[in-house]
Each structure stands twice: as structure tokens, then as C-alpha cells.
């Protein structure tokens, strides 16, 4: 997830250059295991059935149902024969340009902590939960591999071309909040989703969210807010149609047209929508964004 405020300028001390550090994995206490099995067997009871096939497979075939918090060098090393990514571990946020750059290059950051017992269900910071059961299984797909990949580069010319905040909004709106649709069915793929326990019920089951056709343009012009459920969720056809557009558009004339245009806010639905759900709003009413679902 992304949270820029609490990021550094330079590498805190003991990190290298490139931002990453030792995972540490022999320093992990029983405790901290311990948290991660409990988020384990908490997601893994409810994701059948709701989360697509291509992440249930990669949880598989990465072997993530082994106890405790995965060793990044183990894990690597099957992620790596699959698809030619690996994770490294980094101390938190990192800046835009260093996390496009390992992207770019099939290197996927991961935080090396783990929330505390108290703190199961909500937290801003990417933990190692967040950040290798939400992303990393989804990255043992082939397709989504190269979507990635694809989406490190464009982040790197995005940043040339001052467009950082519509590319992150396409980031959010698949990679951490995505839907897919699969065999007639809404499937969950985002990292934020399937890391969540709430949120892996509500974006599917719950009437109040809008559920909108995927449109790029559309995507990228997009707010989003990122301290509660989201209020727009965006359904890509399969992950072929996501990496073909994303490879095939040329972004820079997509920016040009796009950035002069306001911004359209959480909830809205624009004429052009093709709409899935048009969603009740009535957790956001409950919550007092009611000015914004007008
Ligand atoms: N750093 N560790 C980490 N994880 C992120 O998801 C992340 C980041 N730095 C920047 C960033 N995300 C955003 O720039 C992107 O989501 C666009
Ligand atoms: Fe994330």
C-alpha cells in the first residue's frame, strides 16, 4: 500500500544503497510466527472460492501454507524457477524511483516486520503479511509477472513525465484493489483484498461498493483513499487484457490528455461507466462521506 508520508530520503542506517536489507529471518520470534500463522489460517478459510485462480495457484505452487513467516531466500528461489522474480526485504517504504527501479527488474520489496497480535486487521505500513501473502503469490503467474514488470518501467518514465499520481492510481486499482472476472463470477486479486480479512468479504458480498469494467483512462483518473474499504472497485476482464493494454497503450499521450481533466472522486460514476454493481453507498453514508455519493 502506499503511504508517502513517512518515507526517507536516503537508505536509514544498515540498508544498502539500493535500499534492501538482510531479512533477518533467524531473528523472527515465536510470537511473530505465531501472528502470521493466525492471518494464515484466517485467509486461507475464506479464499477459496472468492480469490482468482491464478492466486490460489501461485499460494500453491510457492508453497506458502508451510508454517511461520517464509524465509525471502527459500521463497525466492521457487518464485524465481516460475517466473524470474525474487522478494527483498526492505525497511519499509522506499521512494517512488528505487521501488520502480527493483520492479522494473523483477525484484519485489517486501517489509521484513510483521504487525503485532493487536494490530491483526489494520495497519498503513506494509508488513511482510501484506507484501508476501497479498502480492507475492499472484507473482508466480506468468501474465501478472510481466504486467509488473511492465508497470516498474512505466513508473520510471511516469516520474519523467510528472504523471507519479495517475500511474499509482492504476497500481491501486489493480495490483492492491483489483477484481477479475472468472467464469461468469467476481474473483478477488488485490493484495490489499486478499490480505484482508474484511475486506475479502466486502468486495465481493457487500451491496455498498460500486463494482466498474475496468477502463484504463478512467482508472488512472481516479482518487482513492487508503484508511478504509474501498468505495469503487475496478473488474479487469483476465489478466491478458490487463497486461496487453498496459503494454500496448502508449502512456505518454494518455497523460497528456488526462492530466488537465479533474480528478474524479471515490463513488462517482461517469456516464462512459460500464457498471457491474452500481453499489448502494450505504457504508460510506454510514461512515459520513455522504457529500462525496451525492
Ligand atoms: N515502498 N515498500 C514499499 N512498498 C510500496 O508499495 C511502495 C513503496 N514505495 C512507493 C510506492 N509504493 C508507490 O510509489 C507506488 O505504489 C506507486
Ligand atoms: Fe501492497
Redesign the pocket.
Known amino acids: ?2 503511504n508517502e508520508s513517512h ?1 526517507l530520503d536516503t537508505p536509514p542506517p544498515g540498508a544498502n544503497a539500493d535500499w534492501t536489507i538482510d531479512q533477518g529471518w533467524e531473528r523472527y520470534t515465536a510470537d511473530e510466527h505465531a501472528v502470521w500463522d493466525t492471518l494464515y489460517q484466517r485467509q486461507i478459510k475464506l479464499l477459496p472460492g472468492r480469490a482468482s485462480k491464478a492466486y490460489l495457484k501461485g499460494l500453491e505452487a510457492l508453497r506458502l501454507s508451510e508454517s511461520g513467516i517464509p524465509n525471502f531466500e527459500e521463497l525466492s528461489d521457487r518464485l524465481e524457477r516460475l517466473t524470474g522474480w525474487r522478494v527483498v526485504a ?1 525497511p ?5 524511483d528505487v ?1 520502480f527501479e527493483h520492479m522494473a527488474n523483477r525484484r519485489f ?1 517486501s ?1 521484513n516486520f510483521i504487525r503485532r497480535a493487536d494490530q491483526l486487521d489494520y495497519l498503513q505500513e ?1 508488513d511482510v503479511f501484506h507484501d508476501v501473502f497479498g502480492h507475492v503469490p499472484m507473482l508466480a503467474d506468468p501474465v501478472f509477472a510481466d504486467y509488473l514488470e511492465a508497470y516498474g518501467r512505466g ?1 520510471l518514465r511516469a516520474l519523467d513525465l510528472g504523471a ?1 499520481k495517475q ?2 492510481r492504476l ?1 491501486w486499482y489493480t495490483v492492491e484493489f483489483g477484481l477479475v472476472e472468472e467464469d461468469g463470477d467476481l474473483r478477488i486479486y488485490g493484495s490489499g483484498i486478499v490480505s484482508s480479512s474484511a475486506e475479502s468479504v466486502f468486495a465481493l458480498d457487500d451491496p455498498s461498493p460500486h463494482r466498474i469494467a475496468f477502463d484504463l483512462k478512467r482508472v488512472m483518473r481516479t482518487e482513492y483513499r487508503i484508511d478504509d474499504f474501498q468505495q469503487n472497485y475496478f473488474v479487469i476482464p483476465s489478466f491478458d487484457e490487463l497486461l496487453r493494454v498496459t503494454v500496448e497503450t502508449d502512456f505518454a499521450p494518455v497523460y497528456d490528455e488526462i492530466l488537465p481533466l479533474p480528478a474524479v472522486p471515490v463513488a462517482a460514476i461517469l456516464d462512459s461507466d460500464r457498471v457491474i454493481h452500481h453499489g448502494t453507498q450505504d457504508y460510506a453514508r454510514a461512515k459520513g462521506w455522504g457529500e462525496l455519493v451525492a
Open positions: 500500500m502506499t518515507v526492505v519499509g517504504l522506499v521512494p517512488d521501488f520489496v517489509g506494509p513508473g507519479l500511474l499509482a497500481y
